[in-house]
């Protein structure tokens, strides 16, 4: 089979669709070109003395490991000499990184977990980047954090990588979902997978059952009938996964359907659910609905929100269309 590279992929695109200008495929080239070297990193393990955690906590509160640090500098340092990025953002950092004035700034806004799934680092689980991109404001001279906040819809181009027993890069520009994996010899990514489409139906869920007693009341229902079986009021009987890597939960769904949950719960009111809206809701639901699926909070679509917050966080009830539809319908009873 002919191999297509990631650069003749984003170059016959932007010949079939007008989607895909050059800054925006150097970016793109530029942030496939950092998850590879990320894989490179991940993949040394103990022998490259990175695992385990730094003495640091990020935005979050949430303790950082040596390579969440690592994973973004690297992509700070391979996207703000290019002269395409105004801004960056990561789920790192506080506060947004403006480009450098000694770099020309550029008319994209890149932001991106680096290094998502930080929990299975240290007992070689798949682990992934989740990126995003948007368009500067026209006219933007010294970016701020309000001009991060566009809506999910706004979004030019997003996509993942996922570091697992292959290294992929899954990439959506508006204009369907396409699979590279890395040819680790050759240090490139190759076309593997054109126009992922996920299953409308499905008999798989993921969500982190040990919550469930402080789930609200819509969410218990949904799993409840699941659990219940061909018995139960669904009628057929499901499966459980949950590997705790949105990366990894999403590709298994984009693969072979399933949905995804992490839901809002009793805990934390003010504190809707655990992942990102920016950085991990919005560009992981431009990748579902562009391959068939369909992305909600709970009420609405994720990509219909608009953001207050560069570090809000979500509920998120990605996958397969019928499930996800359910599940949402579920909410407004
Ligand atoms: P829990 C990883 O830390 C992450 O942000 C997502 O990748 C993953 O789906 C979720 O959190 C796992 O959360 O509460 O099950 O550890």
């Not at 793109?28 to 490179?40: D, L, M, P, Q």
């Not at 991940?42 to 490259?48: C, F, I």
């Not at 009628?235 to 590997?243: A, E, G, L, V």
């Amino acid at each position: 089979m002919k191999r297509i590279s990631l650069t003749q992929h984003l170059i016959e695109q932007q010949r079939l669709h007008n989607s895909i200008p050059a800054e925006l495929r150097l970016l793109i080239e530029v942030v496939g070109r950092a998850c590879k070297t990320i894989s490179h990193a991940v993949g040394k393990g103990a022998l490259g003395e990175v695992l385990g955690s730094a003495d640091s906590e990020n935005v979050q509160g949430e303790v950082q490991k040596k390579l969440d640090i690592i994973s973004n500098e690297i992509l700070l340092e391979a996207n703000e000499w290019g002269g395409h990025l105004a801004a960056m953002a990561s789920e790192e950092m506080e506060s947004i990184h403006p480009i450098p004035n000694r770099y020309p700034q550029g008319e994209y806004m890149l932001l991106f977990d680096p290094l998502d799934g930080s929990s299975n680092i240290d007992v070689n689980v798949s682990i992934g980047t989740i990126f995003s991109v948007l368009k500067a404001p026209d006219g933007m001279k010294s970016p701020t954090e309000q001009d991060f906040m566009q809506s999910g819809r706004k979004q030019v181009a997003a996509g993942y990588a996922v570091y697992g027993p292959q290294t992929m890069l899954v990439l959506t520009t508006g204009n369907g979902v396409h699979c590279f994996t890395l040819d680790r010899e050759m240090g490139s990514w190759v076309l593997t997978q054109r126009d992922m489409q996920i299953p409308a139906e499905t008999k798989e869920f993921a969500i982190n059952a040990s919550n469930a007693r402080h789930w609200h009341p819509p969410v218990t229902r949904y799993v409840n009938e699941m659990l219940a079986g061909s018995a139960g009021p669904r009628q057929k009987d499901f499966n459980m996964r949950w590997i705790a890597s949105m990366v990894a939960d999403v590709h298994r769904i984009l693969n072979r359907g399933g949905i995804f949950m992490y839901p809002a719960d009793a805990r934390e009111p003010d504190k809707p659910g655990k992942l990102r809206l920016m950085y991990e809701a919005n560009p992981m639901a431009f990748i579902v609905e562009q391959a068939g699926g369909a992305a909600t909070d709970g009420k609405q679509a994720i990509m219909d929100i608009q953001p207050e917050k560069l570090h809000q966080r979500v509920p998120v009830f990605l996958g397969s269309k019928s499930e996800v539809e359910l599940v949402t319908r579920y909410h407004q009873e």
